[in-house]
């Protein structure tokens, strides 16, 4: 079943008469005819009571009016709201986003895409990474802000990198580690340590464990919160130290104390994500405004 046969059929029902319905679509009397018979085939039931003066609704041809209309509005209205889209004029993008990891970013891709395009409601959703894969997926949110996905998870998906950030070791102020000016993972390893929730962060805890394997240790993980702001408190209160990256210097201020690793692990790569079907010109647009501003000389 194509629309054009709901726009066939509503056409012949509103005006009760195949004649004048050809002449209203521009259409042959006999290929119309033809095209509701059809429709008639697929459904499995009649849509008029014909006799050969007059042309009726069934009982049923009267609910599916009902339903061909709604269904051929719902799609005007989904070309409408797609075409502003893609003109830029008007419309709603919805950016799914890591607090932590997006500290940076967010802030100058918000104003940057609302400079360019004032009309347009940028939605966001903070949501755990697994959160944000399952919404891509229900087509919920158009882009994510979050940390790369493994090369297994990125199957259906495409990522362009917006950042990248090193991984550091938050201690508070007065933890005994403070005092240094780099730390490795053999004097991280003994320490409680503080991370995301494994249930919504599943890839932080197998690249936290990797980590942790080339050094024949086992991170020692005593909690586990739901975003980097609880993470930090947790710090901050001397509940243990965290592995964090870097981005979040801008916020932290003198609660906790941010120390480089070294050797340095492999830097934090942040981006958007999105499905691999081609993104509308507004995410375009949106991933353009993300991008790391150039230094000034």
């Known amino acids: 079943m194509e629309l054009r046969h709901l726009r066939y059929f509503v056409a012949v029902a509103e005006l009760e008469n195949v004649s004048r319905a050809a002449q209203k679509l521009h259409v042959s009397q006999p290929g119309l005819s033809r095209q509701i018979r059809d429709l008639e085939d697929e459904i499995g039931f009649q849509l008029f009571e014909r006799s050969a003066k007059s042309l009726r609704l069934s009982r049923a041809g009267k609910i599916f009016l009902t339903e061909a209309r709604a269904v051929l509005q719902h799609a005007e209205d989904a070309v409408q709201k797609a075409r502003a889209a893609a003109g830029g004029k008007r419309g709603e993008?919805?950016?799914?986003?890591?607090p932590s990891l997006t500290v940076q970013i967010l802030p100058q891709a918000l104003r940057t895409f609302q400079a360019e395009f004032p009309n347009v409601r940028v939605a966001l959703h903070d949501l755990s990474s697994e959160e944000m894969l399952r919404q891509l997926v229900a087509r919920k949110l158009e882009v994510a802000l979050t940390v790369r996905p493994p090369a297994k998870t990125l199957r259906g998906y495409s990522f362009h990198e917006l950042a990248c950030y090193a991984m550091v070791v938050a201690v508070a102020p007065n933890h005994p580690l403070a005092k240094h000016k780099a730390l490795t993972l053999q004097q991280v390893a003994p320490e409680p340590l503080i991370g995301l929730n494994r249930n919504d962060y599943p890839e932080y805890h197998a690249e936290t464990k990797i980590l942790f394997a080339a050094i024949d240790r086992r991170p020692n993980f005593a909690e586990e919160h739901e975003g980097g702001t609880s993470i930090i408190a947790a710090v901050?209160?001397?509940?243990?130290?965290?592995?964090?990256?870097s981005s979040?210097?801008?916020?932290?201020?003198?609660?906790?104390?941010?120390i480089p690793l070294k050797p340095a692990l492999p830097p934090i790569q942040v981006g958007a994500l999105w499905l691999k079907e081609n993104p509308s010109?507004?995410?375009?647009?949106?991933?353009?405004?993300?991008?790391?501003?150039?230094d000034k000389p």
């Open 236 to 245: 901050e209160a001397g509940r243990g130290v965290a592995l964090v990256p």
């Open 93 to 98: 993008i919805h950016v799914g986003y890591a």
């Open 281 to 294: 010109e507004l995410v375009k647009k949106f991933m353009a405004a993300g991008r790391p501003e150039p």
């Open 248 to 258: 979040l210097a801008c916020i932290v201020g003198a609660r906790v104390k941010l």
